[in-house]
């Protein structure tokens, strides 16, 4: 019998349940003084692993002449504990399913040196239904040959253009087309910062160009900010 007081223990019973259920599966029907006497514990303790194997489904009880003659269950009980817990497990995992997962943020840092830098750059940004920049220097335009195409290309397009740039630029060829919206700062700059989707771009055209571009939506989102400010102090001269 001890062997199965161990298996029982595994089975989710403490070591005086498992006790107490194996003699009443012997005995059958037995009062809890007779019940005490077979197993050698104390009554007042039988009562109270008799109660708690009653709670689990696996005793129960009928009165005879006003004295409690307690009875084992079926043993098919025992799986009662693990069908609660499944379907409770089970009305649990399609709520479970419903939390949505932390979206991880996508980003990316790319730096590029020389023209194809550039290229990159304007490939990626006419991807976008619009595209604006300030510090615009107006360099990019003359650092490629097929920039007056691509330019005329934008204007045949539905994509949104604008420009921020020093003063002195206004009616230079880069500021020369009539459907990009160019405004004009008293600033001096050598680096332009693009904005376009999810992405900026800073770049510095000189001997050799350098282009940074980023991918953040976040850091995007702030650098629009910045523009839209800076648009509405620019002055369209």
């Not at 399609?94 to 840092?109: D, Y």
Request: charged letters at 25%.
């Amino acid at each position: 019998m001890r062997g199965y007081e161990e298996k029982l223990q595994k089975a989710g019973l403490t070591g005086n349940e498992s006790k107490v259920y194996l003699e009443l599966l012997k005995q059958g029907s037995i009062t809890a003084s007779q019940l005490a006497k077979k197993i050698g514990m104390d009554r007042t303790l039988v009562y109270t692993v008799l109660n708690h194997l009653i709670e689990k489904g696996l005793v129960n009880y009928v009165l005879k002449a006003n004295k409690k003659y307690f009875a084992p269950a079926e043993p098919n009980n025992l799986l009662n504990p693990l069908r609660q817990k499944e379907a409770f497990i089970k009305d649990l995992i399609p709520e479970l399913k419903k939390i949505e997962k932390t979206k991880p943020i996508v980003q990316q840092i790319n730096v590029y040196e020389g023209k194809e830098g550039i290229r990159t750059l304007i490939n990626l940004a006419l991807k976008h239904k619009e595209f604006c920049a300030f510090g615009s220097t107006g360099r990019a335009f003359y650092a490629l040959y097929e920039m007056p195409m691509i330019a005329k290309q934008v204007m045949k397009s539905n994509i949104k253009v604008r420009f921020i740039g020093n003063k002195r630029l206004k009616g230079t060829p880069a500021f020369s087309f009539k459907k990009f919206e160019n405004r004009y700062l008293d600033v001096e700059s050598e680096a332009t910062t693009t904005i376009f989707g999810d992405y900026i771009s800073i770049h510095l055209i000189k001997e050799k160009p350098l282009v940074i571009i980023i991918k953040n939506k976040e850091i995007a989102q702030t650098y629009k900010n910045h523009f839209e400010l800076l648009w509405k102090v620019a002055k369209k001269l």
